[in-house]
């Protein structure tokens, strides 16, 4: 027995714990200058935090390449020129059609004077803007098929005969029917009313004979064709001021 319990405790004493080379005391060394060394490599960085701070400060407008004091108005961003829009309005209202503005005309000013128009309109009681916008669209339609018809082979080669360009210079050459409008606020329904949108209607008419002339030569021999339906364009929005 006395045997058989010195070989237990001999074998008892070999499964216990051993301690560490070149350590000098018990237990397990849990850490050490080495271990330090090798966990430093998966620290956490710094960059994404800085970098996020510049991004936000950029983006709070604090000088970054997003800030918004870099940014372009607005309307700018929407292709609505109004220094452009004023000045072609005022070459259509003076009948400067010779100036170089008229050639290139955009949607934005033809809305301009639609929303104008319904807006006068309203302001007597009239709810008339999707009238006006529609019928602006059927008419440059129509107007656009004319055109082309009376230009022949010609309107290939013209700048500015499309259907988006007949639908911006429907809508700059309504100035005349917008101005008629303000002015018809302030006169009663009757003879005056009915000569100034008479007027109101051949000036519109007129110009936007004039541009298309300008526009495509072969036309300038047709312009009074090509400003009998210009005309009646107009005259519907005239009538529609009027009753």
Not at 5 to 21: H, I, N
Not at 22 to 48: D, I, K, L, M, R
Not at 89 to 118: C, K, P, Q, S, Y
Request: aromatic fraction near 10%; charged fraction near 10%; include cysteine.
């Amino acid at each position: 027995m006395a045997e058989f319990g010195m070989k237990k405790t001999a074998s008892y004493g070999s499964m216990g714990p051993t301690q560490p080379a070149g350590g000098g005391g018990g237990g397990v060394e849990w850490f050490s200058a080495a271990s330090t060394q090798q966990y430093a490599n998966y620290a956490p960085q710094a960059t994404y935090s800085t970098n996020y701070a510049s991004s936000s400060q950029g983006f709070m407008g604090g000088g970054g390449n997003g800030s918004f004091e870099d940014e372009p108005p607005l309307l700018e961003e929407l292709g609505i020129d109004l220094g452009g829009i004023l000045a072609k309005t005022r070459a259509i209202l003076l009948h400067r059609l010779n100036n170089h503005t008229i050639e290139d005309l955009d949607m934005g000013g033809a809305l301009v004077f639609v929303f104008i128009l319904g807006g006068l309109h309203l302001l007597t009681g009239k709810l008339h803007f999707g009238i006006i916008l529609g019928w602006s669209v059927v008419h440059s339609s129509v107007l656009w098929f004319i055109v082309n018809q009376l230009a022949g082979i010609d309107a290939q080669e013209a700048k500015g005969l499309d259907l988006y360009s007949v639908c911006c210079l429907v809508g700059y050459c309504m100035a005349p029917i917008a101005v008629f409008s303000a002015v018809a606020l302030l006169l009663p329904s009757g003879v005056v009313a009915g000569v100034l949108g008479l007027a109101a209607t051949l000036w519109a008419g007129h110009t936007a004979a004039k541009i298309f002339a300008r526009r495509c030569p072969s036309l300038e021999d047709a312009q009074g064709l090509v400003m009998l339906p210009c005309t009646l364009l107009y005259a519907a929005f005239t009538m529609l001021t009027l009753y």
